[in-house]
């Protein structure tokens, strides 16, 4: 079992940042990435970033690249640093954590079926 803790959502106007982290704790040994999904309300749960956990390649969906950036900060935590939020960035945002087998230098996973632990999700809103 994998367990993972998110922190750092809350209210932001638009324009402004914030970092989210998530620490992973557990049967974490054998990890191959770690991503960031968000799910806005009556929308369907969307990929938004993630790394791989070797090579600490990334990979970003197109409207957050050069806004957002993931990094693996330690051996169990990423964080994702937002910029320049809009508020179609407002979502509750999820850490998500993989086995799945990932070559070295291939970019993470992008689809959630392919992430065996979720987070709770830390709220993320943005003020226009």
């Known amino acids: 079992q994998v367990q993972l803790a998110e922190s750092g959502g809350g209210l932001v106007q638009a324009g402004g940042s914030l970092r989210l982290s998530c620490t992973a704790s557990?049967?974490?040994?054998?990890?191959?990435?770690m991503g960031w999904f968000r799910q806005a309300p009556g929308k369907e749960r969307e990929f938004v970033a993630a790394?791989?956990?070797?090579?600490?390649?990334t990979y970003y969906r197109d409207s957050v690249k050069g806004r957002f950036t993931i990094t693996r900060d330690n051996a169990d935590t990423t964080d994702l640093l937002m910029s320049n939020l809009e508020p179609e960035d407002a979502a509750v945002y999820y850490c998500?954590?993989?086995?799945?087998?990932?070559?070295?230098?291939?970019?993470?996973?992008?689809?959630?079926?392919?992430?065996?632990?979720w987070g709770q999700g830390t709220q993320v809103a943005v003020s226009s």
């Open positions: 998500a954590f993989t086995y799945t087998s990932v070559q070295p230098h291939q970019p993470p996973p992008v689809n959630a079926y392919e992430y065996d632990y």
């Open positions: 790394i791989n956990w070797f090579s600490d390649v």
């Open positions: 557990g049967r974490t040994r054998n990890g191959n990435a």
